[in-house]
């Protein structure tokens, strides 16, 4: 069975500096997709960006990028100039593929960006 | 545009009442469509998920169920629900094609006294 583990449960950062989550996963599969969720207050989830396996190159969404290092099953969250609303829980989590039955999420990390 | 509804928002159950919660998707077709439950402060556990009517496959074996009676409605339910039956519970779906990336409806948020 996949498991997703995020050994980092409170963070903080300074507005408009950069931080980094971190996320580790254990499978045998080999083709899968890795997110990055986001969570604010309202319980909402929101996707934050997402990475192919498949894919050498790492995915970015302006201030978000990732850093996937797929022999060491690493998925780690860079958020750059970070802004008071990314004030949020953040999941790591895993989806096979191509059959799309199971998704696996880590237990979270609390980011809280200070002014 | 394809947009996903769970209702009820909020509910207040005894222990051993009945439970049934709804999740409709609107703007897609044949979507996978998901269940999970959150605890408090906890990440998400995945508790069915279903890839065409009628077709439920279930993760952790427990006192809940769940259906698919069409499409795009996938219902969550329980007989006789238990107090650690509390907690967030989400509906998920995924359009298949080229993001295959899921998408959360707002949730509903389970008390059971």
């Known amino acids: 069975a996949q498991t997703v583990t995020q050994s980092q449960p409170e963070m903080s950062v300074q507005e408009a500096e950069t931080v980094t989550l971190s996320c580790t996963y254990d499978t045998s599969e080999n083709n899968y997709y890795l997110f990055w969720y986001k969570q604010p207050p309202s319980r909402q989830m929101i996707l934050v960006i997402r990475q192919e396996a498949y894919k050498q190159q790492n995915a970015t969404e302006n201030r978000f990028s990732v850093n996937f290092q797929k022999a060491a099953k690493s998925f780690s969250l860079k958020i750059s100039d970070s802004q008071l609303g990314d004030t949020a829980m953040y999941f790591c989590?895993?989806?096979?593929?191509?059959?799309?039955?199971?998704?696996?999420f880590g237990a979270g990390t609390r980011l809280t960006v200070k002014p | 545009s394809q947009t996903i509804h769970q209702w009820p928002a909020t509910l207040v159950q005894p222990v051993g009442s009945p439970l049934s919660l709804e999740c409709t998707v609107e703007?897609?077709?044949?979507?996978?469509l998901y269940w999970y439950r959150q605890a408090a402060g906890r990440g998400l556990q995945l508790l069915f998920y279903?890839?065409?009517?009628?077709?439920i496959s279930s993760e952790v074996p427990q006192n809940l169920s769940a259906s698919r009676p069409q499409d795009r409605q996938f219902i969550l339910s329980s007989k006789k629900l238990l107090l650690s039956d509390s907690g967030f519970y989400l509906c998920?779906?995924?359009?298949?094609?080229?993001?295959?990336?899921?998408?959360f409806g707002p949730g509903t948020r389970l008390t059971v006294l």
């Open positions: 279903s890839v065409g009517i009628g077709q």
């Open positions: 989590a895993f989806m096979n593929y191509p059959r799309r039955d199971d998704m696996r």
């Open positions: 998920a779906w995924i359009r298949t094609g080229s993001t295959d990336t899921q998408y």
């Open positions: 703007g897609t077709s044949n979507p996978n």
